[in-house]
């Protein structure tokens, strides 16, 4: 079952650069937001990965702009694990406006980390039912 998650953004004037557009690196903000909304939505928790002792840093980003968003603008992030292979997860993403317009796509890839020596520990191992859910919601 594949799983993409939905969230209406809000475009503050202060997302915007001098071009009155969305500064290009407030996508990675909004790419974060879908991100912790769909970690949410499945019923887990980075502040409880915190927690229990361990971040999940961006090891990879990419992004692709297409069309710019603008102040007051209606827009939507929608997120979706691309890749989960027990080490490394990718998230997949596409920025949309009110239209449906495709304006940013990319994808994040992530690694968990141990927070008392950044060491990488296995996501499979660690939380296992959270990479099985990940298992059964990836893009196929």
């Known amino acids: 079952m594949e799983y993409v998650h939905k969230l209406e953004l809000k475009i503050d004037y202060a997302d915007t650069d001098m071009m009155a557009v969305v500064y290009h690196a407030n996508y990675l903000k909004f790419f974060e937001r879908g991100r912790t909304a769909l970690i949410e939505d499945i019923g887990y928790s980075y502040v409880a990965m915190e927690e229990e002792g361990y971040f999940a840093p961006v090891y ?13 603008d209606k827009a939507y992030v929608k997120t979706w694990v691309d890749a989960n292979d027990g080490i490394k997860t990718v998230y997949g993403y596409r920025i949309e406006n009110g239209d449906g317009d ?31 859910k990940y298992e059964e919601l990836k893009r196929k």
Not at 60 to 72: E, F, I, M, N, S
Not at 104 to 127: A, D, M
């Open 60 to 72: 990879d980003v990419q992004a692709t702009y297409k069309k710019p968003l603008r102040y007051g």
């Open 102 to 132: 495709l304006c940013v796509e990319g994808s994040t890839t992530h690694i968990i980390v141990s927070k008392e020596n950044f060491r990488p520990k296995s996501f499979k191992k660690t939380f296992p039912e959270w990479f099985q």
